[in-house]
């Protein structure tokens, strides 16, 4: 019970530093990382601290593509693991694939809303091509001001509420 408020807590800061800042600071990462590594030594010694650490690397390691081509941001991806220290592997798996769910949703909606669904998906496509064309990844550029950016930890945040309630009620 304790984790989850803990969790809420760190999400709702970082959100907050996402909605005003469009940045998530390493010093509150950190914090977010501290807190998980001694929750995780105080209910399972070494070995739970060893849990703990292996479990941060699971979103490291599923999302470094995309923040490779610079799709997400590093914030949220360190974000994604810090919450994942704090819950079980399978809540953190959870996590990512809610996010996701909960971001295409919301890009959907947004995309609709402005009129630029058909733009973006050529975009894409372009993207894609261009990719194929160069033999390489390259940086995906979609941003073009700001109110089209999506604070994705709105999404990890509404993600976690999900499951979390799920959890209580099921």
């Not at 610079?70 to 996010?99: E, F, N, P």
């Amino acid at each position: 019970m304790w984790m989850n408020i803990l969790c809420f807590l760190v999400l709702i800061v970082a959100t907050v530093f996402d909605l005003r800042m469009y940045r998530i600071p390493n010093a509150w990462i950190l914090m977010g990382y501290g807190i998980g590594m001694i929750a995780a030594i105080l209910s399972g010694g070494l070995y739970g601290l060893l849990q703990t650490l292996l479990r941060a690397t699971i979103p490291i390691f599923i999302l470094y593509i995309l923040f490779f081509i610079r799709a997400m941001g590093a914030g949220d991806v360190k974000l994604m693991s810090c919450i994942a220290m704090m819950c079980s592997t399978q809540k953190a798996l959870q996590l990512i694939i809610y996010s996701f769910c909960i971001g295409a949703v919301l890009s959907v909606i947004r995309l609709c809303i402005n009129g630029q669904g058909v733009a973006r998906v050529f975009q894409f496509f372009t993207y894609i091509r261009h990719c194929v064309q160069a033999g390489q990844i390259e940086e995906y550029h979609t941003i073009e001001n700001q109110q089209s950016y999506l604070h994705f930890s709105v999404c990890i945040l509404l993600a976690y509420c999900a499951i979390t309630l799920r959890e209580v009620w099921l």
